[in-house]
């Protein structure tokens, strides 16, 4: 049975891979900062699907936190989904630089250390993959988190081509906007957004691994999105910011 291993386990996208590859037949190794919060969803996981769920209470801020989880990762794996991440509801002159940092913590050292954590493994069974979940924004220019983001395709992208090959895949998922509990944590308002922009973080899973099988470096799901990305490579990066810094000013 082959098992996976996911950051930000507990809720919104990552609930939503632990539920996806449960019904896939994985054995899936939990990981979050709440422990009590994690027990839970690994018993609801155990009791619908039937298979084993491993719980790993982890601060992917803090250096033992991403040490306790590179430590499992090395005992082997079949898919890392890196998905824990946050976001911030001020401009970037208004964030804490205490804040910032964690955000890089979470979105770029972890990702970097737990995907090297994970690929001698693969390389050296033959088999695994790296879903690194990235976010539209990467393609924009929004502070720090659209730069994280960018850094986290980028990243991927130069892995895949160096250390992937047929059978050991790296990926960077990057949805639009997804109906989970991230805005309302970065106390967000969203209540401007089109509802035509909102994407279930179950669609966004299935997408994922679909583009995954498909041996595809970056995952854009939705047609819209896709667009999206497509019309903001050929406007001006100078007109891309103004206008991105003015829709998160609203």
């Given at each position: 049975?082959?098992?996976?291993?996911?950051?930000?386990?507990?809720?919104?996208i990552?609930?939503?891979?632990?539920?996806?590859?449960?019904?896939?037949?994985?054995?899936l190794?939990?990981?979050?900062?709440?422990?009590?919060?994690l027990?839970?969803?690994a018993?609801?996981?155990?009791?619908?699907?039937g298979v084993?769920v491993?719980?790993?209470p982890?601060?992917l801020?803090?250096d033992?936190?991403v040490?306790k989880?590179?430590?499992?990762l090395?005992?082997?794996?079949?898919?890392l989904?890196n998905?824990?991440?946050?976001?911030?509801?001020?401009?970037?002159?208004d964030?804490?630089?205490?804040?910032?940092v964690?955000m890089l913590?979470?979105h770029c050292e972890?990702?970097?250390?737990?995907?090297l954590?994970?690929l001698?493994?693969?390389?050296?069974?033959?088999?695994?993959?790296?879903?690194?979940?990235?976010?539209?924004?990467?393609?924009?220019?929004?502070?720090?988190?659209?730069?994280?983001k960018?850094?986290?395709?980028?990243?991927?992208?130069?892995?895949?081509?160096?250390?992937g090959d047929?059978?050991?895949?790296?990926?960077?998922?990057?949805?639009?906007f997804?109906?989970t509990?991230?805005h309302?944590?970065a106390?967000?308002?969203v209540?401007?957004?089109?509802?035509?922009?909102?994407?279930?973080?179950d669609?966004?899973?299935?997408?994922?691994m679909?583009?995954?099988?498909?041996?595809?470096?970056?995952?854009?799901?939705?047609?819209?999105?896709?667009?999206?990305?497509s019309?903001?490579?050929?406007?001006?990066?100078?007109?891309?910011?103004?206008?991105?810094?003015?829709?998160g000013?609203?």
């Amino acid at each position: 049975m082959p098992t996976a291993l996911i950051t930000g386990a507990t809720a919104g996208i990552g609930a939503a891979f632990a539920r996806r590859l449960a019904a896939d037949g994985f054995s899936l190794v939990l990981v979050a900062r709440d422990a009590a919060r994690l027990s839970a969803s690994a018993g609801e996981l155990r009791k619908r699907y039937g298979v084993a769920v491993e719980v790993l209470p982890a601060d992917l801020s803090l250096d033992e936190g991403v040490t306790k989880v590179e430590e499992r990762l090395r005992q082997g794996v079949d898919l890392l989904v890196n998905n824990a991440g946050f976001g911030h509801p001020g401009a970037f002159l208004d964030v804490p630089v205490d804040e910032e940092v964690t955000m890089l913590r979470v979105h770029c050292e972890a990702v970097l250390r737990l995907t090297l954590a994970a690929l001698p493994g693969m390389r050296a069974r033959g088999r695994g993959a790296v879903i690194n979940v990235a976010s539209v924004a990467a393609f924009f220019t929004r502070g720090t988190y659209s730069a994280s983001k960018a850094w986290v395709v980028n990243f991927s992208e130069s892995v895949a081509a160096e250390a992937g090959d047929r059978d050991v895949r790296v990926m960077a998922l990057c949805p639009g906007f997804v109906r989970t509990e991230f805005h309302r944590r970065a106390a967000m308002d969203v209540s401007g957004i089109p509802g035509f922009l909102w994407l279930s973080a179950d669609r966004v899973v299935a997408e994922a691994m679909r583009d995954l099988a498909r041996g595809r470096r970056v995952s854009v799901p939705s047609a819209r999105y896709k667009a999206i990305v497509s019309i903001g490579k050929l406007v001006p990066r100078n007109l891309v910011g103004q206008v991105s810094a003015r829709i998160g000013r609203r």
